[in-house]
């Protein structure tokens, strides 16, 4: 047993373990498909998963031998009783980057199940490399998420070097000047989705530029998403703002509600990434500050709503009072300036959002001049 031994260290190693779900996925599988008694066994020979539910967790010695010598096993009836828990049929090892980590076993008369032995052995590898791939893409995207927390957040405890190190196993040069880009959503019941519904949007948005490996997208909060990419958007001005705005389109039609996009500038390292990011979510400040302007806010194209954004509340009526004296309170006045600026400077539909003549609101305007 020393050479089974090895190999299950050899298999912790490997990452692919043979456990209790897969094994339950591969019986019920297999057994829908050739309506056949099955089993599976670890690579310690025990049954793990079995159409007989009474034989799970028992010793199975065929397919002890199985793994040990890494090749089929028939049991005739003429042996089964001599090997321990084992009954007639075919053990068969399951091989994963060849590497034997487990057998699948038929029961019944080794010559009516021998046919099928091989189209059971071969499905039975293919279903173990499917939830292996889902498993590292699995990984991979929490890899990136974290990845995107940590440069945002500004968190290096282990350096520069750590964090590009990082971005290496994931394909993303960190090397690169970048810039963050943020999506925020309205609230809306749609907020809520599946693992494989985000891992599509997330595809689809960075398929949206044009190296999509140098791009990590994330969500960040229930309504805020994150992309960090070394795109300049001053250098390539159409393609940014084509890729923008299907990018809140995206957003906007899968959940069901309005998105902005604001983006900070671009800078020269993933250590500053932290600063792009806060720039980023001062321009959502500016879009409900102002938000008949632009639903895509780039950090270049804005000056004094920055400052303003950046100013809170009390300080902009203190500047206010201090350079243009205590403004009078006319409710009536603010009403109609309002109405004014939102029907563009329309007089007749001012008006008649108002719901006053037309020469009131010049009396009101008048009074507003002066």
């Given amino acids: 047993m020393e050479v089974v031994k090895i190999k299950i260290q050899l298999v912790r190693l490997n990452v692919m373990i043979l456990t209790r779900s897969l094994a339950d996925n591969i019986v019920q599988k297999t057994k829908e498909l050739t309506a056949l008694h099955m089993n599976v066994m670890d690579a310690t020979g025990i049954i793990i998963s079995s159409s007989d539910h009474e034989r799970i967790g028992t010793f199975h010695e065929g397919a002890a031998k199985a793994i040990q010598n890494g090749v089929d096993q ?73 990845l995107v927390q940590d440069l945002i957040a500004g968190q ?113 390292g993933a250590d500053a990434l932290h600063v792009s990011y806060k720039e980023a979510l001062t ?26 954004a950046e100013v809170n509340a009390s300080t902009r009526a203190h500047i206010i009072d201090r350079s243009l004296g205590a403004l009078p309170d006319f409710p009536d006045l603010m009403e109609t300036l309002n109405a004014f600026l939102n029907c563009s400077l329309n007089i007749a539909s001012a008006a008649k959002m108002l719901c006053i003549h037309r020469n009131t609101l010049l009396y009101r305007l008048d009074r507003i001049k002066e």
């Fill in 156 to 268: 290096n405890d282990r350096g520069l070097d750590a964090v590009i190190a990082r971005g290496q196993l994931l394909g993303v040069d960190l090397t690169l000047p970048r810039s963050a880009w943020v999506i925020q959503t309205e609230n809306s019941d749609k907020q809520t989705e599946t693992l494989e519904i985000h891992r599509s949007l997330v595809r689809k948005i960075s398929n949206l530029f044009p190296n999509p490996r140098q791009i990590l997208c994330s969500r960040v909060q229930r309504n805020r998403w994150v992309i960090i990419t070394e795109m300049q958007p001053l250098t390539d001005r159409s393609r940014f703002e084509s890729i923008s705005n299907q990018i809140r389109k995206l957003i906007s039609e899968r959940m069901s509600t309005k998105a902005y996009l604001t983006v900070g500038r671009q800078v020269p």
């Fill in 283 to 308: 321009l959502l400040k500016i879009n409900r500050l102002f938000p008949e302007n632009a639903a895509v806010k780039h950090f270049y194209d804005l000056g004094l709503e920055l400052m303003c």
């Fill in 74 to 146: 028939i049991i005739t009836e003429e042996i089964y009783q001599k090997m321990i828990g084992t009954k007639p049929g075919i053990n068969m090892p399951i091989r994963f980057d060849d590497m034997v980590i487990g057998v699948i076993g038929i029961t019944g008369d080794p010559d009516q199940v021998q046919p099928f032995g091989k189209a059971v052995q071969m499905m039975t590898e293919l279903m173990l490399q499917q939830a292996f791939l889902s498993e590292q893409v699995g990984n991979e995207e929490k890899a990136r998420d974290f």
